[in-house]
């Protein structure tokens, strides 16, 4: 259930209505993401206006995740800094009840919502689950692990060979050797 606290009344918004939040709990705002260890420090400001297609909210959110290197498989903690953009209409999705939906890129924006409240936790939890990189990488100069024997190479020198030395090198897997075709 989310918090009160992240209900806004519709009519108490009024022209450039600001709105602060400070050391929100990711449970706070149902906000679940694989590959997080942890998040801290969530603070957000949102910008809330009237207009005539709907309710306007500007997120700028601020917090600190604790994410695992894609490469070396360490734990290291990144700060983010994000904005996002939603409009809140009231009213029913009109693609609910539709299996295959081709949005336009001025309808991803669109939250729709019923009743005498809006609810700010969708845009926080948005804005952070959008910035969260698909494959985080502690340091750009990230070395990661030898692809033979598992060494952090940031860590420690291995001597193992290893002919390719690119990001995508595969584990080598020990072949058969082939069997001579015989000639006929």
Same mark, same amino acid.
């Given at each position: 259930?989310? +918090?009160?606290?992240?209900?806004?009344?519709?009519?108490?918004?009024?022209?450039?209505?600001?709105?602060?939040?400070?050391?929100?709990?990711?449970?706070?705002? *149902?906000?679940?993401? *694989?590959?997080?260890?942890?998040?801290?420090?969530?603070?957000?400001?949102?910008?809330?206006?009237?207009?005539?297609?709907?309710?306007?909210?500007?997120?700028?959110?601020?917090?600190? +995740?604790?994410?695992? #290197?894609?490469? $070396?498989?360490?734990?290291?903690?990144?700060?983010?800094?994000?904005?996002?953009?939603?409009?809140?209409?009231?009213?029913? *999705?009109?693609?609910?009840?539709?299996?295959?939906?081709?949005?336009?890129?001025?309808?991803?924006? @669109?939250?729709?919502?019923?009743?005498?409240?809006?609810?700010?936790?969708?845009?926080? @939890?948005?804005?952070?689950?959008?910035?969260?990189?698909? +494959?985080?990488? %502690?340091?750009?100069?990230?070395?990661?692990? $030898?692809?033979? %024997?598992?060494?952090?190479?940031?860590?420690?020198? #291995?001597? %193992?060979?290893?002919? *390719?030395?690119?990001?995508?090198?595969?584990?080598?897997?020990?072949?058969?050797?082939?069997?001579?075709? @015989?000639?006929?």
């Amino acid at each position: 259930m989310i +918090a009160s606290k992240f209900l806004i009344p519709v009519n108490e918004i009024k022209e450039e209505t600001r709105v602060t939040f400070d050391n929100i709990e990711a449970n706070d705002i *149902d906000l679940k993401v *694989d590959n997080i260890e942890k998040f801290c420090s969530i603070r957000a400001l949102v910008m809330i206006n009237n207009s005539a297609i709907g309710i306007t909210a500007d997120f700028n959110v601020t917090f600190t +995740a604790e994410l695992k #290197c894609g490469r $070396c498989l360490t734990n290291f903690n990144k700060d983010f800094t994000v904005s996002l953009f939603l409009i809140y209409i009231h009213g029913k *999705d009109p693609h609910t009840e539709t299996e295959k939906v081709d949005l336009q890129t001025s309808e991803v924006e @669109r939250i729709y919502f019923s009743g005498t409240n809006i609810d700010l936790s969708i845009g926080l @939890r948005e804005a952070i689950v959008l910035s969260i990189p698909i +494959a985080p990488v %502690c340091d750009n100069a990230c070395k990661g692990l $030898c692809p033979v %024997c598992g060494t952090n190479r940031n860590k420690n020198k #291995c001597k %193992c060979k290893i002919k *390719d030395e690119s990001c995508f090198t595969p584990i080598p897997v020990k072949r058969q050797p082939r069997k001579k075709r @015989r000639e006929k």
